[in-house]
Structure formats: C-alpha cells, structure tokens
C-alpha cells in the first residue's frame, strides 16, 4: 500500500469500526452487554462507564445482570441506566440491578432492520468523502514529481481500498439484519 494512501485506509478502518461499535449498540432481542457501552454513571463526582465500576453479565439470553462493587452505586446505576435511551426499567435487589429485554415484535425488529441499513449508508457514505478526498489529493500532486501513471495507479488502489470497505460494511449491514430478525 503506497504510503501516500495509508492515511485514507486508516480512516476508513475508523469509519468500520465507528459503524461496529454503534451495530453492537442495537439490542436485537438477546441480551447483549454492549447495549450499556455509552452509559456513564457518576462514581465519586466523574462520569465512568458501567464497566468500571460493575460485573455486568449475562446469566440468560434475556436479562443483563449488574453487580457493582461497591453497593452504594446500586442506586446511580439504576438512575443512569433509567435517563439513558436505553428503554428498559432496571430492577434492584440491594445489591445488585438486572434489565430484562422484553421479546421485540416483528414490527420492531422491521424497525431495528431499517436503523441497521441507514446506519450503512452513512458509513458507505463516510468511505466514500474519504475516497473523495484521496482523489483530490492525488490530483494535487499532478505537476509535481509524481508521474501520471503513478497517479492513476494510486487512484485505482484508492478505488479498491474502498470497495474492499464498502463490502465489510454490506456484510456487517447484513449480518445484523440477520441477527436481529432472528426470533
């Protein structure tokens, strides 16, 4: 790969991995840990993930369980998962919080379907401003020291980098759907 290239590559990892993380966001009516990824809690006045300050598990299919190490966040979990976008009320024990994901209608899963292939687009779109800006990169170094030929073939490994990530995205795109049309 030409190193004048590397940089465009780069960000179109970026840009995959942005589009996985938010995927791993959708709940798809199994139980999935990532769903919490984006939530904070204040723990001793800074915002902290879940993670940091809890055991989050997955004991069946369709529940999450929290357990914080330190029982007084009890209370600032639940609240923070209740403000969240989440959708899903929290039960408490004491000692410590599980979310029940209720069964998702086929309605909801059409729904989720078509937040997954938007979600897709922008991300082909992104790759595809990089690829953009690749081009007009390499068509400024026209006239310079750089031959036509070297050019051309830049772009064409540009083209290929692109469509390489395009296909990930159509895959990561289907195989969501997939999963979350899946009862």
Known sequence: MNEKLQVYE?????TMGNLEGE?????AGRANPHVLDKIVVDYYGSPTPIQQVANVSVPEARMIQIQPWDKSMVKAIEKAIQVSDLGINPTN????IRLVFPELTEERRKELVKDVKKKGEAAK??????????NDHLKKLKGSDVSEDEIKDMEDELQKVTDKFVKNVDKAVEEKSKEVMTV
Not at 10 to 14: L, N, T
Request: aromatic content about 0%.
């Open 125 to 134: 779109v992104a790759i595809r401003n990089i690829r953009r800006d690749g």
């Open 23 to 27: 995927l791993a966001a959708i709940r």
């Open 93 to 96: 024990d004491g000692t410590m």
């Open 10 to 14: 780069e960000k179109m990892k970026k």
